[in-house]
């Protein structure tokens, strides 16, 4: 994969950071830390050659073996937003703080692995957020 995809990838990872850190609502800063760590992986999955319909956390667990335990941490986390999407599950400030924390440092151990720009820095203040109704 040429380096243009994976730098695109990166972007549309910083845009969704950028999105949760402005959320209001919890879920919604959730989602979008959750979908910034999915595209950075997808990033570095893609270059490495891999496409089509399979799941992306295992694929990136048994290709970059040293981001392993970030792949169980955001393969966990896809199940929890899951579960928020269909309301079967809240989620609260604090859990949708720590993974916009966790996108973030993702996001650079990622953008590091690739040996790409580390780009502009997030720099966005957080937004006060409230759990939804």
Same mark, same amino acid.
């Not at 650079?108 to 006060?128: I, Q, Y």
């Given at each position: 994969?040429?380096?243009?995809?994976?730098?695109?990838?990166?972007?549309?990872?910083?845009?969704?950071?950028?999105? %949760?850190?402005?959320?209001? $609502? #919890?879920? /919604? +800063?959730?989602?979008?830390?959750?979908?910034? @760590?999915? *595209?950075?992986?997808?990033?570095?999955?893609?270059?490495?050659?891999?496409?089509?319909?399979?799941?992306?956390?295992?694929?990136?667990?048994?290709?970059?073996?040293?981001?392993?335990?970030? %792949?169980?941490?955001?393969? $966990? #986390?896809? /199940? +929890?937003?899951?579960?928020?999407?269909?309301? @079967?599950? *809240?989620?609260?400030?604090?859990?949708?703080?720590?993974?916009?924390?966790?996108?973030?440092?993702?996001?650079?151990?990622?953008?590091?692995?690739?040996?790409?720009?580390?780009?502009?820095?997030?720099?966005?203040?957080?937004? #006060?957020?409230?759990?939804?109704?």
């Amino acid at each position: 994969m040429a380096a243009g995809p994976a730098l695109a990838l990166l972007e549309q990872s910083r845009q969704c950071l950028a999105q %949760a850190y402005a959320a209001e $609502l #919890a879920t /919604v +800063r959730f989602v979008a830390s959750q979908d910034a @760590a999915m *595209r950075a992986a997808a990033a570095l999955v893609a270059r490495q050659g891999r496409r089509g319909p399979q799941d992306l956390w295992p694929l990136l667990a048994l290709h970059t073996p040293e981001l392993g335990e970030w %792949a169980d941490f955001f393969a $966990l #986390a896809a /199940v +929890r937003r899951q579960e928020v999407e269909s309301h @079967a599950r *809240r989620v609260s400030v604090r859990e949708a703080d720590d993974l916009l924390r966790s996108a973030e440092i993702f996001l650079g151990l990622v953008t590091s692995a690739l040996g790409m720009p580390s780009g502009e820095p997030v720099g966005h203040r957080l937004v #006060a957020a409230r759990e939804s109704a």
